[in-house]
């Protein structure tokens, strides 16, 4: 019997070579406690590696890996693009209307945009810059006191806030004081703002980024010929009309954000419009696309126009805008 094992086994162990074979290779997997045994294939055409791990007495696991396929290669998952605003400084300009329909509404939109700005300068940071001008009518010989301090006559534009270092107790005194009466007198308003935005950039000439805010709930006087009946020689006032607007953007580099206010109600009001009522709200949103800076190409989802149809909804667009512009 021991004659035919001895003869048996070479033959097996002959066999199992020239059919290919196995070689037992131990591993160190770094575990004192378990032990790799690799099964390689050793023919001409080997591809795959049988890893064995004994883990524990009497039970093994076996981890298969093959080759990767000639010219394939993992895919990455590319990864998530932010907007960083570290270190970015702003200055940010309110060009607001304070017109008598500013007093419609409930609550009054005067009130809520109050209400709304209060709120939006928990965003501020005391190196930012702001600034607030405010726009109504015309009156002779009127001054910006007419307009912060409620007198009977108001002037067309006024600077109330010159854009500075932000100043909490000057900010909220300023637009706590504000109240609604007369026309809109829209292009006066871009007057002011380009001048303040002017002599502000003269006191701080680099290093931030420059925002004009603009609020209005309608549209501006423009000429009987135009869409609104009025009188007068300084009756045209769609900043359209005029190179203001684009002073702004392309030689003194400032981003306008426009905001709509309760449009809707424009069809409502009783003007002596000379289109029908139902196209107003549309003319009025076009304005403010048109005056609204263009999103730029490096991020062309950015918005810069806004509605909001009621103004409760103030708090939630002042929240967009703090986040584009990093405040």
């Known amino acids: 019997m021991k004659q035919v094992l001895i003869i048996l086994i070479p033959v097996i162990l002959l066999g199992l070579s020239l059919a290919g074979g196995f070689i037992g290779n131990p591993l160190n997997s770094g575990n004192q406690s378990s032990e790799i045994f690799q099964l390689t294939d050793s023919g001409d055409s080997a591809r795959d590696v049988l890893q064995i791990r004994s883990l524990i007495p009497g039970t093994i696991t076996q981890n298969p890996t093959s080759t990767p396929t000639p010219g394939s290669a993992p895919t990455a998952t590319p990864a998530p693009t932010t907007t960083s605003c570290t270190g970015q400084k702003v200055a940010v300009d309110f060009l607001l209307d304070v017109s008598g329909s500013m007093n419609d509404g409930t609550p009054k939109k005067i009130q809520a945009l109050k209400t709304a700005m209060v709120n939006f300068a928990s965003r501020f940071r005391s190196s930012d810059l702001i600034g607030i001008q405010i726009f109504s009518s015309q ?108 002073e702004l953007k392309n030689d003194l580099n400032v981003r306008i954000i426009s905001i709509g206010l309760d449009l809707n109600s424009l069809a409502d009001i009783g003007h002596n419009y000379t289109k029908p009522r139902s196209e107003i709200p549309a003319y009025a949103q076009t304005l403010l696309q048109d005056v609204a800076s263009q999103p730029p190409t490096s991020n062309p989802t950015q918005q810069n126009y806004f509605l909001s149809n009621t103004g409760n909804d103030l708090n939630g667009v002042f929240d967009q805008i703090a986040n584009q512009v990093c405040l």
Not at 165 to 176: C, D, E, F, R, W
Not at 191 to 209: F, H, L, N, R, W
Not at 211 to 229: A, H, K
């Open 139 to 246: 009156a002779a010989a009127a001054v910006c006191a007419d307009i912060e301090f409620g007198f009977t006559n108001t002037t067309t534009a006024c600077n109330i806030l010159p854009i500075n270092t932000y100043n909490s107790v000057l900010y909220s005194k300023k637009v706590n004081k504000l109240w609604a009466n007369g026309d809109t007198y829209m292009q006066d308003g871009f007057i002011q703002a380009k001048q303040a935005i002017e002599t502000a950039k003269q006191q701080y000439p680099s290093g931030y980024t420059w925002v004009l805010v603009f609020l209005t709930d309608g549209i501006p006087n423009v000429p009987e010929n135009g869409l609104l009946s009025k009188e007068g020689p300084d009756a045209v006032q769609d900043p359209r009309s005029f190179t203001t607007v684009n």
